[in-house]
């Protein structure tokens, strides 16, 4: 441990990197319009559904605190992302400080998802990841307080935690084979087989995720459904989404820093196993596993940007640890210098990568990466939504119809109520949702924007209503063609809220590589 004074500029230090970095995303999310994935969970904030038919309900709390103070500001739908890397932060410093009692360690811990561009600029665009890291943060603390502690209580604290992670996503249950190891590897297992702590974490973890299986319950147990064609879809194998799984986790955790932590939590796994030390065996596990499924899945499968993003702040907790235990395995000198230059290089350099994509997206005027950049690829909907405003003048229109819940969400959050906007299918996306104005839509004509070529999808063929082109509109982010949207009149027919489950208007899509309908019947 550094002496006192140095361990104090340490601490100021991270404070300050922390305080600018926090001020940054928060330019950042004050700055960047909506993503249509934020748009879409920000109206789920406005229903009272228990949960919904993609992810578990958290998210839209998590938006409803921010625009309770807020307000439907882009800051307000995006501040419980900044709260929520900040909590991180606390939890992984406390982690390390109870495992090291070391100063620089626990600077490293709070420094290194800084760092790291999905946690240090993008935390700031809420997703139900967003809203599940902190929870599962917790619950490896809870845990680490019961290895150090012996107090079964813990058991409970970690299952409420595991609770309100599932109530986030789904993938939190990824976690379960660490928990399991860290129950059963170490000589400790006897007993806490014997407890009945462990089995009543279960029933609270239960208890908390109850809404989501309610839910579930009442509709056929859509969300498992949903999300099971995602876990079970193989495309064939595809090198080229082996490359881009990994491509991510390089541009997301960082160039450098991918590697400094994966070498890391390799030593924590070896040191845990070899010695059946329970938290190394559990901050190991924990994202080896996960990694190393994703990995796999990878090989058939496009793993999704956010997905794996629920792991790495525990593998940053075990990267700290492991730099102090070199010292104290009396590993030879260089290695341990080597170690701490990586791992000060992962730091820096990551910051830095973060400030400059910030300033890329905030200041620059330019598009370095065409249609592909992910910010410009949803960017530019307002430009659709100025053109649906003068097609409802124009004609006396009274709502809006969409095909697809990227644009359903984008104009319904444009228009704030204004106007009543519904997707016309994939109803099984919105059940349980409020009424959006039928009476306002019943009798009157209705402008459909849509994407092309979905305005040709044989979809229409199942709809009844008069259509009558009107026009079509370009969406651009900084001169670059996006897309193209057709703007078209509707008479004569009145939209289904809740159409039959086997009606091809109930299905929905899962984008899993490439589009196809499953039935919820």
Known sequence: MPPAGAAR????IAVLVIAAMTLLRIVYASAIELRTDEAYYWTWSKEGALSFLDHP?????????GTAIFGDTVLGVRFGGIVAMLVTQLLLADI???LTHDVRAVMFAVLMPEAALYYGLLMAKVAPDVAMIPFAVAMMWSLVRLAQSGDGRWWLA????AGLSML???TAIMFAPAVAAFLLVPDWRGRWLRSPYPYLAVLVAIAVFSPVLIWNAQHDWASFRFQGVRATANYGISWRTVGDYIGLQFGLVGFVMLPVVLLGLMMTAWRGYRTREPVAILLSTAVLVPFLYFLFKSLTLRVGDTWPMFMWPVGFAAAAVNLVMLSRENWPAP??????????TAVVSGIAFVVIVFLYYVAAPWNLLGKIDPVGAEAGYEQVALRALAALDETGATWIATTDYRT???MRWLFRGRVPVIEINERGRFQEFADPGIDKIKGHAGIYVGREPDNRSSLWENIPAKREQLGQVERRWRGVLTDTYVIEKLTGWTPELSPPKDSPLFQWRVLAGEFEMHSLA
């Not at 309900?57 to 938006?63: K, N, Q």
């Not at 290695?335 to 000060?344: A, E, G, H, V, Y």
């Open 9 to 12: 500029r340490s601490l100021v």
């Open 158 to 161: 970690a299952g409420l935690f």
């Open 335 to 344: 290695l341990i210098r080597s170690s701490l230059f990586w791992l000060n």
């Open 57 to 65: 309900p958290m998210i839209a709390w998590l938006i409803r605190f």
């Open 168 to 170: 986030s996503k789904f």
């Open 96 to 98: 390390v400080r109870r």
């Open 408 to 410: 359903y969400a984008m």
